[in-house]
Every structure is written in structure tokens, then in C-alpha cells.
């Protein structure tokens, strides 16, 4: 059981958590400190080793060129997409890699994104080891919406090297919207998802309706957040105390004060900065309002509206008055002048029912506990992963509802019996992208009795139905007595997980000329089958009418049929050419048993 759980992980550009879902409930984990937020900071010690979270925050006064912060502003990215202005604001120095870029630490050492993250993610994972007593290997790890493919994979190789399975890679503003919209199932609601936090800024317009979560659009900046607050507030307190130059170590504390003032100026209205002993034995001292503040902020809180109203456009028909709530996330909503500006922008009560801090690890939890199996009530998939469908005679795959339709869903089609007298009907429920029924995964099995009767009698009518939840249900009716068989498939309609989706729709290209190949002979084969019986039956009747040249040229026909029946070859155009042969040879005869018929 232990092995299965999954954890549920925000690596955040500032700070990062980690969540599980426990007896039902979504929770985020403490470390031995009780703190449930460790800072996205690792500090590498001459000897080699690292640091992570509250203790790399210590030691960066210290070590301010050892300790990286805010890597995920460069992870999974090319040297020459990262703006002069980044490298500027950054204490270490980044340089381009073979791949991607490296950061130097001395001479001899050096490090990367990939690797920083790998070491917070590996600080997580001992947080949620220590919190539950065991080993843990499978996480389910959110980015920002906007995070590229190469900025996903780079995150899910972070991971790997820190020992964890990547289950899903979640985006940010989704798993917002699950922890707001975990006890609203029943409602229908379009919400918007507003997150602001150290360095990413992500707008989200989601629909939840019956326990779905659909994402209408997204839009957002990669490159926008706390930090750049941080950023124009400390040219603000340089510009003040007039000083031109700066060494790494001043604009870092610089930096520090800045972040403090900011915090601090969200629930109070004045603020003073003091930077002690800051060149030799100066000291400086300034105060500064909320107000002053504002202003300074201002145009970067400003860079959030055209998101905004992108992603508001990008929404058909999904104009800010269709939104029912805007959900505000991520550490910097607790500006009051983002709030205010959010109002005034949208005239729209900015929803705060979210912890900032917490909501996107409790989202990361709740879909692991959904992976796992913990939380069933919720669905985040909106589509079928694979087809679903139901095995026919000789052996093929029958599809109902096909790959990637929305659900809810409902499909059926008619069947009737492959062979006279059949007495039941199996209806064997399957799942996959196979041509034949063996290849994929049988689901579920029911069998329909009936009053045996003539080849092509009985009618039974199949219908699956995927409700919102994922749980398939198979409806089966006899159209002769009405009667209802009813086969219940819990969660695995939908529930897969993504590398069993890949692996089946690559087997399924890789074997798609063999498969087709094989669904081409069954259904010749199936047709041979037939026949052969009913010339059979048919020259036993009137055979006896035909000249000998048209029954020695059905004979040879139906031995030629045979012949390529049992052969191992399987030559399927020499099949289908001895069935219309043979079809042909025994036009006469049809004929004469009409006649016969009729008599
Ligand atoms: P991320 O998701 O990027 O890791 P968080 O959501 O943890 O970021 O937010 C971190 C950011 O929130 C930092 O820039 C921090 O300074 C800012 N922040 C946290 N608390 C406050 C506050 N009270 N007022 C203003 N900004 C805050
Ligand atoms: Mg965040």
C-alpha cells in the first residue's frame, strides 16, 4: 500500500512544498520544524555538499555566489533566451552549457538547473519520508501553464535524479482550481485562476461542471512575479541612498531588504529600511510607505492585465462576466494593490478562499490521491485515454466510444448471433487501440442467454455510457424480451495511467500493418466459414440436380478455400479470391435451392 502512495509536489520558483492525501483529506507535510514551506534555495559548500531551504537562506549572506535561488526562472531553457536584465538580477553567475546552462560555483565545480531543483525535490522527498514514517518513489509535480516542453521535461529529469517517478506533470493554475474546487462538485462553475507569485505569473480560465475540471485557456509570463517587484524596489533604494556601483554581496542585501520592506508593507503602512554597516561603518536608513510603494510596483502589477484579458479573449464566449469567481494564488496576491488593481480591472471580487502559499501542493496532492486511488470523486480528465469497445466475432475489436472522446459519453451499436442456435452472447468489454480483441485489455465480461434461434435472429443491443466520474456502464438488451444486463466498470474507463496510454497507442502504430493485416484475414476467414457449411448443406439438398462439370467446379472451389484456410500463410488475397470463386461456382446452385424452397 505504502508503495503506491503518490505524493503530490509545488516546485515553486520561491518556495516549494510537499502534499499526500491522508484518510480523504488533502494535506500539506511539515518538516521536523513544523514548516510547511521550504525556500526553493540551495547552497553548495566547498566540500561538495548542499544545503537546502531555511538553512541556504542562513548561509546566502555568506556564501551569496554559492547559494542559488530562484532557479526555475532558467530550468529546461537555452543560454540565449535568458534576457541581459536576468543575468544582472541573478547573485550567481549562469553561463551556456552543451546543454541548456551551468552554473560555475569555483574553478573546479559546477552546477546546473536541473540539478538545484533535483536537490530541493530531494529535500521534499525527505520531508514526506520523515512525515510518514516510510520510503516514498512517485510524485506528482506541477509547473506554471506556460512552461515549454523542454522546461516539463527538464523538471521530470530533476525528479528522476532525485529518485522520484514523475506520475503527472500538473500545471500550476489546475491544481489551484482542484483544492477550490474539491467540495463544489456538484456545481457548475467558470472560474478564473490568478497566480502571482515569486517568478511566474499564470492566468487560468477553468470550467468545472459534475466534478470535471476543463481548462478553457491560459495565458501568462514566465518571466514576471515577486522577484521583478523585489528588482524595482531595490533600484528604488539605490537610487535613494546614491549609490552607483554595487558589489554582488550589497545588491544582494539590497535585494533581501527590498523583499522584506515589500512583505511588510502588505498589511502595514509604513516601513524602515535599515541596512547596518553597509560600506565599512556606513549605515543607511530609509522609510518608505505603502504608497510610495504602490507607485514603484505598479507597472510590473500592470504587465498582469494584458495577460489577463488574453486569456479572457482566448476563452470563447468566456468574457470576464461569465467568470464566477477569480481565485487569487501564489505569495504576491497578498499585495493589496494587486487585489485592488484586480477589482478595478474586472469589476470583480477577487475570491481569497485559497491559501496562497498552499492551494497548488494541495492540488498536486489531490490529483496524486486521485493517480493512487485515494480520492475518487474527482476528475481531471476530460477525455478518454483509449478507445473502448467490445470484442466480436472472430476475435476483433469492435469500438464503441473511440479515443479521446469528452465525457460523459454514450455509444451503442446492435449485434446479432454469429451462428445459428448460439444459446448466449458473451460481451467482452475492452480497452486499447488493437485490431484484434487479444491485444487489448479486457475490462469486463458479461454473458446474455437467450432462446437459441436461426444465424442473424437474435438482436441484442449494446450500450456504453461513461458518466462523469470515469465508471463505465455497460448496458446490454435483449430486443426479444427486453431484457437489461448491466456491467459496472469502475474508474479504469478513464483512469489510466499516461504511460500505459502511450505504450498502447505506440504498440498499436507499431503493429498497425500486422493488425490490419489480421483484420482483413478473420473477416475472410469468417466469410469462408460460412460458406463452406452452407454449400455443404446446400449440395446435400440439391446437388444431386446439377450437371457434373458445375459440381466438380464447386468442389474444386471449395477444396481451394480449405486449402488456403488451413495453410499457414495466411494469404489473405488469395482467400478473399477463392471465396468469390467459389461464391460464383455456386450460383446455380443457390438458385435451385430457392427453388426448392419454394416448392
Ligand atoms: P512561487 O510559486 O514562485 O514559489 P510563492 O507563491 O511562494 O512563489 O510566492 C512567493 C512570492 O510571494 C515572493 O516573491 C514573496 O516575496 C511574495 N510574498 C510572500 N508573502 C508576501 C506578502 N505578505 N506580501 C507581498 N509579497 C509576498
Ligand atoms: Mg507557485
Partial sequence: MNEDLIIGIDLGTTNSLVGVVDSGFPLILADEDGERLTPSVVTYLKDGSAVTGREAVRLRKLEPERTISSVKRFIG????????????????????????????????????????????????????????????????VTVPAYFSNSQREATKSAAESAGLTVERVLNEPTAAALAYGLDKLDEQQTVAVYDLGGGTFDLSILQMKEGL???????????????????????????????????TSESSRIRVAACEA?????????????????RGNESF???????????????????????????FAEAQNKGVDSID???????????????????????????LSQHPDEAVALGAAIQAGILCGRVREVLLVDVTPLSLGIETFGGLMNVIIPRNSTI??????????????QEIIAI??????????????????????????????????????????????VLSRNTATDEDH??????????????????????????????????????????????????????????????????????????????ILTSDLKDVPALKQANDTLDEATQTLAALLVEAAFK
Avoid at 530609509?286 to 500592470?302: D, G, N, R
Wanted: aromatic content about 4%; glycine content about 6%.
Fill in 77 to 140: 531553457r537555452p543560454f540565449d533566451q535568458i534576457s541581459t536584465d536576468q543575468i544582472a538580477a541573478s547573485d550567481y553567475k549562469i553561463q551556456p552549457a552543451s546543454i541548456g546552462i551551468e552554473i560555475p560555483l569555483s574553478e573546479t565545480q559546477t552546477t546546473s538547473p536541473i540539478e538545484v531543483s533535483a536537490e530541493i525535490l530531494r529535500r521534499l522527498k525527505t520531508v514526506a519520508e520523515t512525515a510518514l514514517g516510510h520510503k516514498v518513489s512517485r510524485a506528482v
Fill in 325 to 351: 469567481h477569480l481565485i487569487l494564488v501564489g505569495g504576491s496576491t497578498r499585495i493589496p494593490l494587486v487585489r485592488r488593481s484586480l477589482e478595478e480591472w474586472f469589476e470583480i471580487i477577487p475570491n
Fill in 486 to 563: 448491466i456491467l459496472k466498470i469502475e474508474s479504469s474507463a478513464v483512469d489510466v495511467d499516461d504511460s500505459s496510454v502511450e505504450r498502447m497507442v505506440s504498440e498499436s502504430i507499431d503493429h498497425a500493418f500486422d493488425d490490419m493485416n489480421e483484420r482483413i484475414w478473420t473477416e475472410a476467414r469468417m466469410k469462408s466459414e460460412e460458406l463452406l457449411p452452407a454449400v455443404e448443406s446446400a449440395l446435400e439438398l440439391v446437388g444431386s440436380k446439377l450437371p457434373e462439370d458445375e459440381l466438380a467446379e464447386i468442389h474444386e472451389a471449395a477444396a481451394l478455400v480449405k486449402g
Fill in 262 to 278: 515589500k512583505e511588510s508593507l502588505s498589511s502595514s503602512d509604513t516601513h524602515l529600511i535599515r541596512l547596518p554597516f553597509f
Fill in 428 to 473: 467482452r468489454v475492452l480497452q486499447g487501440e488493437r485490431e484484434m480483441a487479444r491485444d487489448n485489455w479486457l475490462l469486463g465480461e458479461i454473458e446474455i442467454p437467450f432462446q437459441p434461434g436461426p444465424k442473424g435472429n437474435v438482436r441484442v443491443g449494446v450500450q456504453f455510457e461513461i458518466d462523469h466520474n470515469g465508471i463505465l456502464e
Fill in 285 to 311: 536608513e530609509t522609510e518608505i510607505s505603502q504608497s510610495e510603494i504602490e507607485a514603484i510596483m505598479l507597472p510590473v502589477i500592470e504587465r498582469t492585465r494584458s495577460i489577463c484579458r488574453r486569456a
Fill in 408 to 421: 460523459p459519453a454514450k455509444a451503442g451499436e446492435m449485434f446479432t448471433n454469429a451462428v445459428a442456435n
Fill in 213 to 247: 475540471f476543463e481548462v478553457v485557456s491560459t495565458a501568462g509570463d514566465t518571466q514576471l512575479g515577486g522577484d521583478d517587484l523585489d528588482l524595482v524596489i531595490a533600484k528604488e533604494i539605490q537610487r535613494r541612498l546614491k549609490l552607483d556601483e554595487l558589489t
